[in-house]
């Protein structure tokens, strides 16, 4: 009975989780040319999904302790504590993307492989900023959504970003090489 | 205030930097093997997807033991009856989900005509198998990370995702490419 509700419970949230990383991996298939085109784009992909995952999950967990603690309610949202969450995951996007740009450029420079660095850069640094205000501002709609209604934010903002924040990181990726591979 | 972006810079930093490398790394034997995925795309199209099964269930493991050490219904062993009982379990739901998601894939693939010689059972044996040496690998770890954190009295809650996950990600490429070596297909 036991093994039975475990799999119940948990079985359609990780399928419902995996048809959603369906969609990020038909997205990066759409983006073959473009991985054909830039030397290094492909290297950048596993660093800022995993950037994306860790520091938004991050957030929605801090703001559903802050819920927990007191600090941060439906009708007191926007305040101080939520600024400076919202600005200390922006500086972290910003530093982590740039180092995930210099990685990529070194170890393929170092395999024999010689991307250009600043369009590497700019490709991870544009999709790392707009991800982060995409899933910032959705972290805040369903953090608001959830307190409304008195649900525990523990429970809905680490699967829901997961899944989300994946899709979009890869569409964010997508734009951001196609921007700078026109621009530059 | 209980929150100030220099003290979230400062926290989340070391730990990120330690993961992106890992994750270059994982980038980097995708380039090595760029040819590959670029004649089979339906092998892009399930690397996140591969990962991210692997990455839920060995979170969802690590925070069911976690709850266990907390409350004191799982023991520090690695003999503990329901510890073995939550590790098996989730290498069923693992294969269940791998099993569904192949073949959903595949047809995804055949009805955008980018599959090619490939056969769905052939496909399916590489996902499952590859998914299964992955969720027993990731299990494991998110089992010892929640043991390791909780003897030393660190929560296991803000240990087990990120490894489990991290890990997860390098090994999932190294499964999925070793298992696609030896049936051979277009290498």
């Known amino acids: 009975m036991y093994a039975k509700e475990m799999v119940k419970q948990s079985l359609p949230l990780i399928i419902f989780c995996g048809l959603g990383a369906i969609v990020t991996g038909s997205t990066l298939g759409v983006m073959q040319d473009l991985l054909r085109e830039i030397p290094g784009l492909i290297v950048i992909v596993p660093a800022i999904i995993a950037l994306r995952g860790n520091i938004s999950t991050a957030f929605g967990s801090r703001l559903g302790s802050a819920y927990h603690l007191g600090v941060i309610g439906a009708d007191n949202l926007w305040n101080e504590e939520l600024k400076q969450n919202i600005l200390g995951s922006f500086i972290l996007s910003l530093f982590v993307s740039i180092i995930i740009g210099l990685l990529a450029y070194i170890t393929s420079f170092i395999l024999g492989i010689y991307p250009n660095p600043i369009k590497l850069i700019s490709i991870v640094l544009i999709a790392g900023l707009i991800s982060a205000v995409i899933l910032n501002l959705m972290t805040i709609v369903i953090i608001y959504l959830v307190f409304k209604r008195g649900y525990d934010p523990d429970n809905i903002t680490g699967p829901a970003l997961a899944t989300f924040g994946d899709i979009i990181t890869m569409l964010s990726l997508f734009g951001s090489a196609l921007l700078v591979e026109v621009a530059i | ?187």
């Not at chain 2, 994750?23 to 995925?37: T, Y």
């Not at chain 2, 690590?62 to 062993?77: D, E, K, M, W």
């Open chain 2, 1 to 187: 205030m209980i929150y100030s972006w220099k003290k979230i810079v400062k926290h989340g930093l070391p730990l990120l930097t330690i993961t992106i490398l890992i994750e270059i790394f994982a980038g980097q034997i995708l380039q090595g093997k760029q040819e590959s995925l670029m004649l089979f795309p339906v092998f892009l199209i399930s690397i996140p997807v591969i990962n991210s099964i692997s990455g839920n269930i060995g979170s969802v493991l690590g925070a069911r033991i976690a709850s266990g050490l907390h409350v004191g219904y799982i023991s520090l062993s690695l003999k503990d009856k329901e510890m073995h009982d939550n590790f098996l379990i989730s290498i069923l739901i693992g294969l269940i989900t791998y099993l569904i998601l192949a073949i959903v894939i595949y047809y995804i693939a055949l009805f955008s005509k980018i599959i090619e010689d490939i056969a769905l059972i052939e496909f399916v044996a590489i996902i499952i198998l590859t998914g299964f040496l992955l969720i027993c690998v990731v299990s494991f770890i998110s089992v010892i990370t929640a043991f390791i954190s909780f003897k030393r009295g660190l929560d296991p809650d803000d240990m087990v995702a990120p490894v489990v996950t991290t890990v997860g990600d390098i090994m999932g490429i190294v499964f999925l490419f070793t298992i696609w070596g030896i049936f051979g297909v277009g290498i």
